[in-house]
């Protein structure tokens, strides 16, 4: 059953409205910080396992010009590795460094102690509830995106057939 169009501008909002607040929690963590919102963001992706550049982008929801710069900031910090992609020497897989998987660990931490501050009257139940909506609204979010850029791929596909 759809959506009603007044429940999903609703939600629209609320994840807008979300989005800045995020943004402005994230904030807390960035005094004296070396890698800003963005790149901690990529250092998570690259934290959950070693990939080539061009499926973090698409993880990412990016460019692969605006990724490479941000790969290209975070080696130089020393924070990630690149190596030759062993399935194809052109192409280059992209981890972790130890020192990366250290910064990773502790903007982690940080942040937790950060939302644990901002989240006190909360419940433990608040708090589970939230995670398991959200989680359910980003796969289907990101399930309905696959489908629709599969379905486009395929009429394209079809089209210059």
């Given at each position: 059953?759809?959506?009603?169009?007044?429940?999903?501008?609703?939600?629209?909002?609320?994840i807008f409205d979300l989005q800045r607040a995020v943004r402005c929690a994230a904030a807390l963590n960035l005094p004296?910080?070396?890698?800003?919102?963005?790149?901690?963001?990529?250092?998570?992706?690259?934290?959950?396992?070693?990939?080539?550049?061009?499926?973090?982008?698409?993880?990412?929801?990016?460019?692969?010009?605006?990724?490479?710069?941000?790969?290209?900031?975070?080696?130089?910090?020393?924070?990630?590795?690149?190596?030759?992609?062993?399935?194809?020497?052109?192409?280059?897989?992209?981890?972790?460094?130890?020192?990366?998987?250290?910064?990773?660990?502790?903007?982690?931490?940080?942040?937790?102690?950060?939302?644990?501050?901002?989240?006190?009257?909360?419940?433990?139940?608040?708090?589970?509830?939230?995670?398991?909506?959200?989680?359910?609204?980003?796969?289907?979010?990101?399930?309905?995106?696959?489908?629709?850029?599969?379905?486009?791929?395929?009429?394209?596909?079809?089209?210059?057939?």
């Amino acid at each position: 059953m759809p959506v009603p169009p007044t429940s999903a501008a609703n939600l629209v909002y609320q994840i807008f409205d979300l989005q800045r607040a995020v943004r402005c929690a994230a904030a807390l963590n960035l005094p004296g910080e070396d890698t800003g919102v963005a790149l901690q963001g990529v250092l998570r992706f690259v934290g959950e396992r070693e990939s080539r550049a061009t499926h973090l982008a698409e993880r990412l929801g990016v460019s692969a010009p605006v990724l490479s710069r941000h790969i290209a900031e975070l080696e130089e910090q020393g924070y990630v590795v690149r190596r030759p992609d062993p399935e194809d020497g052109r192409a280059q897989l992209v981890a972790l460094s130890s020192l990366g998987a250290e910064k990773l660990h502790a903007i982690e931490v940080h942040r937790t102690a950060t939302l644990q501050g901002l989240l006190l009257d909360w419940s433990e139940e608040d708090i589970e509830q939230t995670a398991v909506t959200l989680k359910k609204l980003a796969e289907s979010l990101r399930t309905s995106a696959r489908a629709k850029t599969a379905g486009s791929t395929t009429m394209t596909t079809a089209a210059q057939e």
